[in-house]
T-cell receptor, first 117, second 114 residues
Framework: AQTVTQSQPEMSVQEAETVTLSCTYD???????LFWYKQPPSRQMILVIR????KQQNATENRFSVNFQKAAKSFSLKISDSQLGDTAMYFC??????????????WGLGTSLAVNP | KAGVTQTPRYLIKTRGQQVTLSCSPI?????VSWYQQTPGQGLQFLFE???????NKGNFPGRFSGRQFSNSRSEMNVSTLELGDSALYLC?????????????FGEGSRLTVL
């Protein structure tokens, strides 16, 4: 069964510093998608970044970038120049395809990130 | 463009009661997914509806059900509530469903079962 593991339940970082959130996954599939979602306190969950497994180049969205290591099944999120608004729960998610050809998202338990002034 | 709207935002029920939660997706989005979020279990997939048809279903008991209307609005119902059903229920919409993975979430309905 596919699983997603986020080994850091909580992290903190000083404003303007860089922080990396870890995510590992387990799958036997060769083509899939990986995601990082952000859930600020009492606000909607939003997509931060997406990575397609067949693309070797790491995805980047402004201050957010990933380090995708397919062989190691690792998908970490790097946040550069951390801002107070980055304080949130971050979820790593893996998209799998089931026997019925339907795609489902499998979620990690999340990492709570606090950005300190 | 209005976002995903979930109602009610908060509700308190007692064991044995039933509850209906509503979700209005972003205009033009035909897929609605439901998730249960708890601190210990994270996000657990309940079901996905696309064009009024249930396309995916998670591993929840039959007490959890849902439906989608022709205007893409969706409801989920939980019958015979148990204490363990206390959670944040999230609705997410997208144009194509989870095939693209990009979901737009509502703020959730926080259910407390006493």
């Amino acid at each position: 069964a596919q699983t997603v593991t986020q080994s850091q339940p909580e992290m903190s970082v000083q404003e303007a510093e860089t922080v990396t959130l870890s995510c590992t996954y387990d799958t036997s599939e060769s083509n899939y998608y990986l995601f990082w979602y952000k859930q600020p306190p009492s606000r909607q969950m939003i997509l931060v970044i997406r990575q397609e497994a067949y693309k070797q180049q790491n995805a980047t969205e402004n201050r957010f970038s990933v380090n995708f290591q397919k062989a190691a099944k690792s998908f970490s999120l790097k946040i550069s120049d951390s801002q107070l608004g980055d304080t949130a729960m971050y979820f790593c998610a893996f998209m799998k395809q089931d026997a019925g050809n339907n795609r489902k998202l499998i979620w990690g338990l999340g990492t709570s990130l606090a950005v300190n002034p | 463009k209005a976002g995903v709207t979930q109602t009610p935002r908060y509700l308190i029920k007692t064991r044995g009661q039933q509850v209906t939660l509503s979700c209005s997706p972003i205009s033009g989005h035909r897929s609605v997914s439901w998730y249960q979020q708890t601190p210990g279990q994270g996000l657990q997939f309940l079901f996905e509806y696309f064009s009024e048809t249930q396309r995916n279903k998670g591993n929840f008991p039959g007490r959890f059900s849902g439906r989608q209307f022709s205007n893409s609005r969706s409801e989920m119902n939980v019958s015979t509530l148990e204490l363990g059903d206390s959670a944040l229920y999230l609705c997410a919409s997208s144009r194509q469903g989870t095939n693209t993975g990009e979901l737009f979430f509502g703020e959730g309905s926080r259910l407390t079962v006493l």
